[in-house]
């Protein structure tokens, strides 16, 4: 440790053990949040505007230094790109979080997702086609889906988790893909905003608690309807929604949508979960899955097979309560 401190005029200060430590911001304090955190000295000009701090409560004004964009510019604190990795998975490569237990590793020790239905899924889309990925989580349908359509296809991905929309992001630039369109909220019936939990990559939304401690202490994500964000879409094709129990919730904002375009959904089924977070029953939301008398749904088996329910929805709970998990994947297609 120096004996001596020296100001930014060149002039000596006192022994390090000598000088007083207020609560509030030294001229001294203000040069160092430059030196220290910005990594540059001030330049004249703009010593003047910040020597407003002077007198400000210390830890305020080291707060607004660590906030501000050309102290994250330096990357100080990102977190290691040893925790992600670019997975080759043969047609596109993905950006996925290696320690993530809900899907990164799978992906990651597999190099694929859920077989059954990225097998399914490759059997519905083809090139030009339009597809909407609700819960992209960190975007390996999203990206799967803009291999298959091509550029002349499109895909709509629906992720209000920041860290899954910069992976997704980071993917389709890794890609070539400029055919995806990513909106950072949650697909749901209403628009306004809602309470973010989640649990690895994986999260839910919820009407959000009113009182101020709980809302200081929730993430709020923004949920927008599908007829509002789409409705200059001609039309779309394949929808693959996947969002931990609001399915209703989601598909039911975007009503018109699903009327206008009659599109082929594969979506997760639990219903448990339905009632959980769309507080409907499961038979409710297979209702709003046969958008018309000649829609029909299947469930996806996990060995590959399917097994066709028709239009018959007790069928459906059925082979989920039969399949001893929590959830199944199902398809409703049109027929005609």
Known sequence: MPDRYWRPDGERTLNAWERPFPDTCTEDDLYHCFRLLLGRPPSAAEWAGHRVFVGGEIGRVVSDYLSSREFKNRGLLAPPTGEYSAVDLSDFQLYVPINDATVGQHIFQSKTYEPHVTAAIRRALGPGMIFVDIGANIGFFTILGAH???????????????????????????????????????????????????VGSNGQVTTPHADLPSVLDTTLVYGARLDTVLRDVARVDVIKVDVEGAEYRALHGGRELLARSRPTIFSEFSPPAITALSNVDAQTYLGLLLIDEHYVIDALNVDGSVTECGRDVARVVRSFEQSGVDHIDILARPIV
Do not use: M, T, W
Request: include cysteine; charged fraction near 15%.
């Open 148 to 198: 298959l359509v091509g550029a002349n296809g499109r895909v709509y991905a629906f992720e209000p988790y920041q860290l899954n929309v910069k992976l997704l992001y980071a993917s389709a630039k890794l890609n070539g893909f400029e055919h995806i369109a990513v909106f950072p909220f949650a697909a749901s019936d209403c628009e306004g905003l809602l309470a973010f939990d989640n």
